[in-house]
């Protein structure tokens, strides 16, 4: 069919006019590129299955559009869920969806690439491909139809998603799309059908072929094995990385309406050393890579130049750690006082140096000073894997308050493995402490932000073989906080349990889980993430349907040699390392930041031929005097 | 310090950018341009951007007024007109740049009137158009009611002509009305007041009339 402009521009014109935030549907942004449709031989549509306010600042997926289109053969473009007004009206119009530079309908691409950093985006992905007019699962697709592929944080257990997504990219994207898209075309010269397309994409490394895979199950439901159907498939997919975090990306597309964040946005350092046992990030990000100080300042004077944005977030897992945070902080700083702007640094670490970091950026005291200390009693944090002394943290509280804050936010977790009553009391004890430190110094103004979340254990981390609270545990725990944590000064915010069961099925599902996604998706749900618009009873009816026990996924101890849906998915740690943690978490031992000695996760040996053929200091794994024996030999994974 | 009048194009790209994000692409804009805008004083100093008159959603203009601020008073207007032509910001199409004095009241505190064509996005019947508004001008009153709020839409409406369709244009309306303040006729009740559809027709603002 070919392609109208000009009727697609009138429907618009009717239909811009009566939906919320028109701005997010037409593109033509500053920065935007655009190229001759006709002119170039690869069309790429990078997507984000929220609205265009999340992500349009996203920016994994600006690194893409800017490494994508610097291809001459290649033209990137966007598109984001449309909110629910304008999803009715185009539906209505009969408007396929359409990318935000050429307007062409999605189904025009050659591939369709989402980007999946966390759970609750299914159920738009699903609705996103149907407005697309793409069939929803992948066994459906001809060669007619665009590839589909996704990468992002929550792609590291791909299988709920696996029936819906042509092929996954696990791990870092700057270099494996040029694989994904150099195999495509070599595929797409060829005539081949597309059975030769995927297993062309298994042999590209990072690349997961779900079809290529069938599971087999135990009689008591979990997984015996994920069987490779084709030779062409390993049976292990080992994560991506970049030995060296490239350039920054400083040609931001600048929205032409107000979204999340309107700011220039600098990757100071991938990764984390802590090694927090509940985090995701700190274990699928390693190894740490710093950016040097003078590329990030260059950076940020390009994109500014290129923007005329007037804040930066310098962002990392954990920006304290960054080594050369003071020196970086004082060049940053003389740049922005010159100049009227803000620069935001987000995770710090609790102690009075973070303040003087804070002081240095001379930037607005509003928005109160954010520190995570994630739980309140040495037995929690020894579980954890999270040190802070209480008189730490109190005595930053103090300088805090008394260097012109009036608010602090603590975020905390509830429902980390082996956590009582007594560690959920010792919030709200922390919680007056602190405002208590407050009102001495600065009287009534002094105000407590508590965030408590609910934990959620995730794939490869220390904490998968643990089951989540139950929701009656998660009841009692908020029960107690909300009755307790009350007081002048004192505000706290919780997770809704229902939100976090979600979380919790679709990142912990297996296969099965697609024929949930899908039940919830015919019912109705969508925007998943969106308080307002998350629905419970959808989700209990889409499990009843495909006759499945949510529970099942959530509050069920694990086997320490049961096989997990992800693991086949290697982000580069053993499974036996995440064990010990595992088992060094149960007698609460501490374990240290792995800068200073390496702890043998198994990064090093997964990347030693990556790490010999770039070397330098970029990485912040110390070195390992090479033993003989066994260690550096043991495979990833068990 | 000076203060410049720039009088500018809101092109397609910024059609749908609502009048505070314009504020804000001005202060890129400026920027961008290496124009050291001026800030306000206080606590949170924010950039001497004053706009003539808000321009509705989905609107575009070939007449819209700014004074901005600048912390220099050696610039010229060429030196500015040709920095923001080198950085262009799509969505603003530069037409003039003027000094005017500091002291003189702002912009948005002396419009009276606005004039607006509104085309029609695909044709229509133009003999019934003319007779609608003929019939409309002969009308002493015209209740109407927006937002929860009744008001008579006749008296502001100070012009109203019908625009013959031609080989670029179809057949359209030119009408000045009132914008003062508590006083602001919207050219998309004039159409609804016609009996058509508002979102049928495509709003280009042409003029802002001001008091001396």
């Known amino acids: 069919m070919t392609f109208d402009h000009t009727m697609l521009q009138k429907q618009l014109e009717r239909i811009l006019p009566t939906v919320q935030k028109p701005g997010r549907y037409v593109g033509g942004e500053l920065n935007q590129i655009v190229k001759d449709w006709d002119g170039v031989e690869t069309h790429i549509a990078l997507a984000f299955p929220d609205i265009y306010d999340l992500g349009l600042p996203n920016l994994g997926l600006a690194i893409l559009y800017q490494t994508l289109n610097a291809r001459e053969d290649v033209f990137a473009e966007r598109v984001y869920s449309p909110w629910t007004d304008m999803e009715l009206a185009i539906r209505k119009s009969s408007i396929p969806l359409y990318a935000l530079e050429s307007h062409r309908p999605i189904a025009d691409f050659d591939i369709l690439a989402l980007t999946l950093p966390y759970e609750t985006l299914y159920t738009n992905t699903l609705n996103l491909l149907d407005l697309a007019g793409i069939p929803l699962y992948a066994a459906h697709r001809s060669d007619q139809h665009p590839l589909v592929i996704a990468g992002g944080h929550a792609c590291y257990n791909p299988e709920p998603m696996s029936a819906f997504i042509d092929a996954f990219a696990i791990g870092e994207g700057e270099e494996m799309i040029h694989d994904i898209v150099n195999a495509y075309q070599a595929w797409k010269r060829s005539g081949q059908p597309r059975a030769t397309l995927l297993k062309a994409l298994a042999q590209v490394s990072g690349v997961y072929v779900p079809a290529l895979y069938e599971p087999d199950y135990h009689p008591d439901g979990t997984l015996r094995e994920l069987r490779p159907l084709d030779p062409a498939a390993p049976r292990r997919i080992t994560k991506r990385i970049v030995a060296k975090l490239p350039p920054p990306p400083t040609n931001f597309i600048v929205p032409s309406i107000d979204v999340v964040h309107n700011r220039v946005a600098v990757e100071i350092m991938r990764g984390c050393t802590r090694g927090c046992r509940f985090c995701h990030a700190g274990f699928i990000n390693r190894p740490v890579r710093e950016r040097p100080v003078g590329e990030i300042l260059q950076a940020v004077q390009t994109a500014l130049k290129q923007t005329g944005y007037e804040e930066v977030a310098l962002l990392s897992l954990s920006s304290s750690d960054y080594t050369q945070i003071v020196d970086l902080v004082d060049q940053v700083s003389k740049h922005a006082s010159e100049n009227h702007l803000t620069i935001s640094l987000p995770s710090l670490r609790i102690e009075t140096f973070s303040i003087d970091l804070m002081d240095k950026l001379k930037g607005s005291r509003q928005g109160g000073f954010t520190l995570a200390p994630e739980a309140a009693t040495d037995r929690m944090r020894a579980t954890i894997n999270k040190p802070i002394a209480a008189d730490q943290l109190l005595e930053t509280a103090r300088a805090i308050y008394s260097r012109g804050w009036s608010t602090i936010k603590l975020y905390f977790m509830i429902g980390h493995p082996s956590e009582t009553l007594d560690d959920v009391r010792a919030i709200v004890d922390l919680c007056k402490a602190v405002i208590a430190e407050g009102r001495k110094i600065i009287g009534k103004r002094a105000v407590l932000h508590a965030g408590v979340s609910t934990f959620v254990p995730k794939p490869h981390t220390p904490f998968q073989w643990a089951p989540c609270d139950t929701p009656k545990q998660i009841q009692a725990k908020q029960e107690l906080l909300r009755s307790e944590l009350r007081g002048p000064g004192l505000k706290m915010t919780w997770t809704s349990p229902k939100d976090t069961l979600l979380e919790a099925w679709l990142s912990r599902g297996d296969r099965r889980m697609a024929e949930v996604i899908y039940n919830a998706w015919r019912n109705g749900a969508k925007f998943d993430a969106w308080q307002d618009q998350y629905r419970y009873e959808i989700w209990q009816a889409a499990f009843e349907q495909a006759g499945i026990d949510p529970a099942f996924y959530t509050h069920r101890m694990r086997a320490e040699d049961e096989i997990f849906p992800w693991d086949h998915i290697s982000p580069g740690v053993r499974k036996s390392f995440l064990l010990g943690e595992y088992r060094a978490s149960q007698t609460q031992s501490f374990r240290s930041d792995c800068r200073e000695s390496c702890l043998a996760c198994g990064i090093l040996p997964t990347f030693a031929e990556l790490r010999r053929t770039n070397p330098g200091k970029q990485w912040m794994c110390p070195e390992v005097p090479i033993r003989k024996k066994k260690a550096v030999l043991e495979p990833v994974a068990s | ?212």
């Open chain 2, 1 to 212: 310090m000076m203060r410049c009048r720039i009088t500018y194009r809101k092109t397609a790209p910024l059609r749908y950018t609502g009048n505070l994000d314009i504020q804000k692409i001005w202060e890129r804009y400026l920027r961008r341009a290496g124009l050291p805008v001026a800030y306000s004083q206080g606590f949170h100093p924010q950039p001497r951007i004053q706009q003539a008159c808000p321009l509705p959603l989905g609107f575009l203009s070939q007449a819209e007024l700014a004074d901005i601020y600048l912390d220099d008073d050696t610039l010229r207007p060429d030196d500015i007109t040709r920095s923001l032509q080198v950085m262009p910001y799509p969505g603003i199409e530069i037409a003039a740049v003027e000094e005017v004095d500091l002291t003189e009241a702002t912009l948005a505190g002396r419009v009276t009137a606005t004039e607006y064509l509104a085309e029609w996005i695909d044709p229509i019947d133009a003999d019934q158009l003319a007779s609608r508004v003929f019939a409309l001008l002969n009308t002493p009153q015209l209740l109407r009611s927006r937002r929860d709020r009744d008001y008579d839409l006749r008296p502001l409406i100070e012009a109203l002509d019908v625009l013959p369709a031609d080989s670029a244009h179809n057949t359209g309306l030119c009408m000045q009305l009132s914008a003062r303040q508590g006083a602001t006729g919207r050219p998309e009740e004039v159409v609804a007041a016609l009996g058509y559809a508002p979102f049928d027709v495509r709003y280009m603002r042409t003029r802002i009339y001001f008091t001396d």
